[in-house]
């Protein structure tokens, strides 16, 4: 096959890649190539049966036109600060820029004109004092919250309008490797999901947007064909879920509280993510049979809880330099305390030195969002460091919210984050190797939804 752009990966780097390019009005022929399904194809059967189902040969939730992290939750973080490190590439006023323009191009696909957030400032000041007061830092960033429902309607509109204007999407494909020529990528090597009938698909420009799945699997692409990258930072932590009313002057003021610490002893970076308001706590499973934890929340479904992150930032580089599979570990120890599923635990269990058993869980007046979560105890499998890190943080959050640190607060595990490797590129997005580019989450430059869909629209400039 010949293509004159070859995009691996339809989350949300990929499909702004192919967006700005049509809405450029390019006349080349785009080829995306996705692991999973289309849209309308995604459908995870825990819906009916309670339980997961281990997918077989993908995860639904974590693969698929869209991506993971639009199909889970689909917030859209406005502000630069927040969502990756793309500003240290292309400069803060050229990422604002970007990420406003990403933004009225989502509106301009149906997503909800309210921005959460905003307007609230003296409730947002007295969050803020009591923040600094427990030694954390708030950071303001409006948040679009398109629902997961909603995420779903959009971005099948977005498909349904790339296939429209000629885009070509090969669906249940993977790529397998790269064609080089002196240092030259002249494009890839691919197969149907679950076969060996390999083709070749032959472009001039090669966009590598793997997302946040696909970042052990580029790691070793890049080790293989010596494509400059340096190993950075991997979050480690737990999902925290409690009930609304304990969270209800946060949610109300500013949607999603995004807080940074640096608790001690060991003054590690310690931050909130992902919170959502009313939401429930979810499973995903990566190729190799990881089980990790996740949230979501709904526009109109809503549960009696509001879960979110909080993620301990590790960075390793001599003598070990593979912070991927240092937190792969972590969670393959502790899917197997819970054979196989997501552990669970109260947080007073957890300073008591005690598992948590599950008739403890149905007499809390915090109940479990996620159905199949096994009680047990997480502190067996996560690192000391970590633990001490999360519950430090815990307490100082309590002062911010008042409540948060309830002996019936849970905590599941694990929640890992992989987006450590660190892609060198230049200001073309362009790797060592000429005519590869990298993009998004799997790049290491993005943390989610709208950075990685701006980067995708730098990309898409870049290349009409």
């Not at 693969?63 to 803060?92: E, M, N, Q, W, Y």
């Not at 494009?187 to 970042?215: L, N, Y």
């Not at 949610?251 to 310690?270: A, C, H, M, Q, W």
Request: charged residues 25%.
């Amino acid at each position: 096959m010949n293509c004159d752009v070859l995009i691996v990966g339809a989350g949300p780097a990929g499909i702004f890649t192919a967006l700005e390019l049509i809405r450029r009005g390019t006349k080349k022929r785009i080829l995306i190539i996705e692991k999973g399904k289309p849209v309308e194809k995604r459908v995870c059967p825990k819906i009916e049966t309670r339980k997961c189902m281990n997918c077989r040969p993908f995860c639904h939730i974590t693969t698929g036109f869209s991506g993971a992290g639009a199909f889970s939750d689909g917030k859209l973080s406005l502000s630069c600060d927040v969502g990756g490190d793309l500003p240290d590439l292309i400069g803060r006023q050229a990422s604002q820029d970007l990420i406003d323009y990403t933004d009225s191009v989502y509106l301009e696909f149906g997503a909800v004109q309210t921005v959460e957030g905003l307007g609230r400032f003296e409730e947002t000041k007295d969050i803020r004092r009591r923040a600094i007061k427990a030694g954390l830092r708030l950071v303001d960033c409006p948040i679009r919250h398109l629902g997961t429902e909603k995420a779903q309607e959009l971005y099948r509109s977005i498909q349904q309008y790339l296939l429209e204007q000629g885009v070509e999407i090969l669906f249940e494909t993977e790529c397998t490797g790269l064609i080089l020529e002196q240092n030259v990528c002249r494009g890839i090597q691919a197969r149907p999901v679950g076969k060996d009938d390999h083709f070749e698909v032959f472009s001039s420009s090669t966009i590598v947007a793997a997302g946040r799945r696909g970042a052990e699997w580029l790691e070793g692409i890049c080790r293989q064909y010596d494509v400059l990258h340096e190993a950075g930072v991997v979050d480690i932590g737990v999902r925290v879920e409690t009930r609304n009313e304990v969270m209800e002057e946060v949610n109300r003021t500013l949607y999603e509280s995004k807080l940074i610490g640096y608790p001690r002893p060991f003054k590690d970076k310690v931050r909130t993510f992902c919170q959502n308001p009313g939401g429930f706590v979810s499973q995903e499973n990566y190729d190799n049979a990881l089980a990790v934890v996740n949230g979501h929340s709904y526009k109109e479904t809503k549960s009696a809880n509001t879960n979110l992150a909080i993620l301990c930032s590790h960075k390793f580089s001599e003598p070990f330099n593979q912070p991927i599979s240092y937190a792969q570990k972590i969670g393959e120890l502790t899917n197997m305390l819970g054979n196989g599923h997501i552990l669970v635990q109260r947080y007073g269990d957890i300073l008591d030195g005690k598992r948590t058993w599950q008739e403890e869980l149905d007499r809390s007046n915090v109940r479990p969002t996620l159905s199949d979560a096994v009680a047990g105890d997480i502190t067996s499998a996560m690192p000391y460091r970590t633990m001490i890190n999360i519950i430090n943080f815990i307490e100082a959050l309590d002062a911010v919210v008042p409540g948060f640190a309830a002996a019936e607060t849970l905590l599941y595990s694990p929640e890992l984050k992989f987006y450590s490797n660190r892609i060198k590129l230049d200001e073309r997005l362009e790797t060592n190797i000429s005519g590869l580019h990298c993009l998004g989450d799997s790049s290491g430059w993005t943390r989610g939804l709208m950075m990685a869909s701006a980067m995708g629209a730098l990309m898409g400039r870049i290349l009409s």
